[in-house]
């Protein structure tokens, strides 16, 4: 997400006076609170009309579902009936069934969409508007895929400060297969719950959607596992699902407690609060046979840097295990492997600005000046990207 629309979302947000209030649910997440009454902000007048106007500027609301309605016929309710109707719903909600699509992905597959009704669209955003700012509290700053502020280009510059900076040229690169078709709902459903979503009437908003029911060439189906991909919720059920690998990798050595507290809140240049660990982590360098890795997430494609192969071999395992004992997601053994970026590349993709998808490839060319680090694709020639900035 840019900038500017984070921007435009935030000005609606204060013409409806929703800023103090989602950023109170910010705080009190920080906070450890559990949220039990959650109903009464996502059935309230200014939640609803902000979510249908953010529907509004959004051009799938123009993809119509199996109902064949789109954006264009809400907007011929009066927005106080629009309000009325979508509060008429949550009492028992229902979601049509959903339709599905493929689209091609660029490299001759093709990937299924799952396009709810516009009312369910509505709907999944009058939720999403309240849950996200809870959610955010809990995920880890290297999760990049699908929240406010962030993007490829935030997941790319940590890989270039992990290389460059840290000198991790061993990246542990998992394929999850068929991420977002195996979520599996039980375990979605307590992770939901152990983030602080406890508001029985919402979990069971959420259980229905995913419980709809997908239409494909006439023929119906009732998903056991996954959640579709296009729908307006979709994204921020899949980051609450690998929040918690991003925490176990954390676990392993960013935030293991020392007996001694070596961490220490800084001010950035931003003016934010930030802990520095630096010094705990120098420690347990020297004093210590711990394994030194870190992730960086973008949605369902991430990797973990180490220091060494030995590392980067322990951890590709590892983690392998905990995805299907902990997720019961398996990973694609093709198109996963261990990468040494001094003698080979790592793939990633990059967002352009025209909103298409180009592949970059890092690695670190022998004679790179020190602060400098190799990007091909092809959209360019091999050039050297300082990454002087991110100090």
């Known amino acids: 997400m840019t900038k500017e629309t ?92 959903v339709r599905r699509v493929y689209i091609d992905k660029g490299n001759g597959k093709q990937r299924p969409l799952g396009i709810p009704s516009i009312w369910d669209r509505l709907i999944q955003q009058c939720v999403l508007q309240v849950l996200e700012p809870i959610c955010e509290a809990k995920f880890h700053e290297r999760s990049n895929g699908f929240r406010p502020y962030r993007s490829t280009q935030n997941a790319i510059a940590q890989c270039y400060k992990m290389i460059q900076l840290q000198n991790l040229h061993y990246v542990v690169d998992i394929d999850i297969k068929g991420f977002f078709d195996n979520i599996n709902h039980a375990k979605l459903i307590r992770q939901i719950w152990a983030i602080g979503i406890q508001d029985l009437k919402v979990i069971a908003i959420i259980k229905a959607m995913l ?21 307006i919720l979709s994204p921020l059920l899949s980051n609450i699902v690998l929040n918690e690998l991003d925490w176990w990798v954390a676990s392993q050595w960013e935030t293991i407690p020392t007996k001694t507290n070596r961490e220490y809140p800084k001010t950035d240049k931003n003016g934010f609060t930030v802990i520095d660990r630096s010094q705990k982590w120098s420690m347990l360098r020297d004093k210590s ?34 995805l299907k004992e902990r997720l019961s997601l398996d990973i694609s053994t093709e198109k996963s492997g261990i990468t040494n970026l001094e003698k080979n590349y790592m793939d990633y993709f990059y967002d352009t600005d025209f909103g298409q998808a180009t592949l970059i490839r890092m690695t670190v060319p022998e004679g790179a000046p020190s602060d400098r680090i190799a990007m091909t694709g092809p959209a360019f020639n091999t050039i050297y990207w300082d990454v002087t900035f991110l100090k």
């Open 6 to 97: 984070v921007n435009k979302s935030e000005k609606n947000m204060y013409r409806y006076g929703l800023q103090d209030r989602l950023c109170g649910l910010y705080n009190q997440s920080l906070q450890g609170k559990q949220f039990r009454h959650l109903m009464k902000y996502i059935i309230s007048e200014e939640n609803i009309v902000l979510a249908y106007r953010n529907i509004c500027k959004n051009n799938g609301s123009f993809t119509a579902g199996v109902d064949g309605k789109t954006i264009r016929d809400i907007q011929k309710y009066p927005i106080q009936l629009v309000v009325r109707k979508v509060r008429n719903k949550l009492i028992q909600y229902q979601p049509k069934q």
């Open 211 to 231: 419980k709809a029911e997908i239409l494909f060439n006439d023929i119906v189906t009732s998903p056991e596992t996954g959640t579709p991909q296009g729908g």
């Open 289 to 322: 046979k711990l394994k030194e890795i870190y992730i960086v997430r973008y949605a369902d494609d991430f990797k973990i840097f180490c220091r060494d192969y030995n590392t980067a071999r322990k951890t590709f395992q590892a983690v392998t295990k905990w």
